[in-house]
């Protein structure tokens, strides 16, 4: 029988480890609920940048941390339960959550199951994600003192937005939408021809412009959500194996302790089906 994992008091039936690794989980499962239901309530031009921001930050930190516990968690089973060190872990990985995510699929083939290649939408969001743990986090700021070397994550994640959508919807619907954007627009008195903002490139925007960027970023905040849970449900099984294989070796040998627990319990969210992720609307106070 499974212990439950959600007290936070010692227990001297587990080992220190084991609760370390269960506080991580808790951590890594707030992290990214959070992130999912910043991201859902984040629009563009509606004065809620900081909800996108959020999203970034939680984003970015629930799936390194997930990601280290896969990491982590294996490297404990293949050495007699010895953790690797924290300068292992950064000179290994650092905040690269891209390479994070090879290791981590990696284990996969350790534990008999099946090799996973993602989709190129997993690795282009995983990509943006893990340049903003590593480079543009501190974009505003740097920017201020001119040293800032990239462009801005909102910018990043109009692009990402924009392919999300293309890559959802057919160019038929997507021509659709966009004519009947422009028909809302021509009705509303002052909402056509230039504005102030600028795109990415440096060029002024059309007022059509504005509103269809903000659309597509809208349109693909659950997209990207279901993109993340797809990149991220192989590991469930990750999880599993290891806990799995944990029980084995603690039978085999008497243990007293429990070293590892079972992880995937923290992450049930990952086997969301896709229906069922685009119409979701709140993450957190669901799973938590």
Same mark, same amino acid.
């Given at each position: 029988? #499974?212990? #439950? @994992?959600?007290?936070?008091?010692?227990?001297?039936?587990?080992?220190?480890? $084991?609760?370390?690794?269960? +506080?991580?989980?808790?951590?890594?499962?707030?992290?990214?609920?959070?992130? /999912?239901? /910043?991201?859902?309530?984040?629009?563009?031009?509606?004065?809620?940048?900081?909800? $996108?921001?959020?999203? &970034?930050?939680?984003?970015?930190?629930?799936?390194? #941390?997930?990601?280290?516990?896969?990491?982590?968690?294996?490297?404990?089973?293949?050495?007699?339960?010895?953790?690797?060190?924290?300068? =292992?872990?950064?000179?290994?990985?650092?905040?690269?959550?891209?390479?994070?995510? *090879?290791? !981590?699929?990696?284990?996969?083939?350790?534990?008999?199951?099946? @090799?996973?290649?993602?989709?190129?939408?997993?690795? &282009?969001?995983?990509?943006?994600?893990?340049?903003?743990?590593?480079?543009? #986090?501190?974009?505003?700021?740097?920017?201020?003192?001119?040293?800032?070397?990239?462009?801005?994550?909102?910018?990043?994640?109009?692009?990402? *937005?924009?392919?999300?959508?293309? %890559?959802?919807?057919?160019?038929?619907?997507?021509?659709? =939408?966009?004519?009947?954007?422009? +028909? +809302?627009?021509?009705?509303?008195?002052?909402?056509?021809?230039?504005?102030? =903002?600028?795109?990415?490139?440096?060029?002024?925007?059309?007022? /059509?412009?504005?509103?269809?960027?903000?659309?597509?970023?809208?349109?693909?905040?659950?997209?990207?959500?279901?993109?993340?849970? =797809?990149?991220?449900?192989?590991?469930? !099984?990750?999880?599993?194996?290891? %806990?799995?294989?944990?029980?084995?070796?603690?039978?085999?040998? %008497?243990? +007293?302790?429990?070293?590892?627990?079972?992880?995937?319990?923290?992450?049930? /969210?990952?086997?969301?089906?896709?229906?069922?992720?685009?119409?979701?609307?709140?993450?957190?106070?669901? &799973?938590?």
């Amino acid at each position: 029988m #499974r212990t #439950r @994992l959600n007290e936070s008091d010692m227990d001297l039936r587990f080992g220190k480890s $084991f609760h370390l690794l269960a +506080q991580e989980g808790h951590l890594a499962k707030s992290a990214l609920l959070s992130g /999912f239901d /910043f991201l859902l309530r984040a629009e563009a031009n509606a004065n809620k940048d900081g909800q $996108f921001y959020a999203a &970034f930050f939680q984003l970015s930190i629930g799936i390194e #941390r997930l990601l280290k516990l896969v990491v982590v968690a294996q490297h404990m089973l293949e050495n007699n339960f010895v953790s690797p060190t924290p300068k =292992q872990l950064k000179g290994d990985y650092g905040h690269d959550i891209l390479a994070l995510y *090879a290791s !981590a699929l990696s284990t996969r083939e350790k534990h008999g199951l099946p @090799l996973y290649s993602p989709e190129k939408q997993a690795i &282009f969001v995983l990509s943006f994600l893990s340049n903003f743990a590593v480079h543009t #986090r501190y974009y505003n700021l740097n920017t201020l003192s001119d040293r800032a070397k990239t462009d801005s994550p909102l910018d990043e994640w109009a692009d990402v *937005a924009s392919d999300l959508y293309k %890559g959802s919807v057919s160019a038929g619907k997507s021509e659709s =939408q966009a004519l009947k954007l422009m +028909q +809302q627009l021509d009705k509303m008195p002052g909402n056509t021809g230039g504005t102030y =903002q600028l795109d990415r490139t440096g060029h002024p925007m059309t007022v /059509f412009d504005v509103y269809w960027r903000a659309y597509k970023i809208k349109a693909a905040r659950p997209l990207a959500i279901w993109i993340l849970i =797809q990149a991220l449900h192989p590991l469930y !099984a990750v999880f599993d194996a290891i %806990g799995m294989a944990t029980h084995e070796i603690d039978v085999s040998t %008497g243990k +007293q302790v429990v070293s590892i627990p079972y992880l995937e319990e923290f992450f049930p /969210f990952l086997l969301a089906d896709k229906p069922t992720t685009l119409r979701r609307k709140r993450w957190l106070s669901i &799973f938590e």
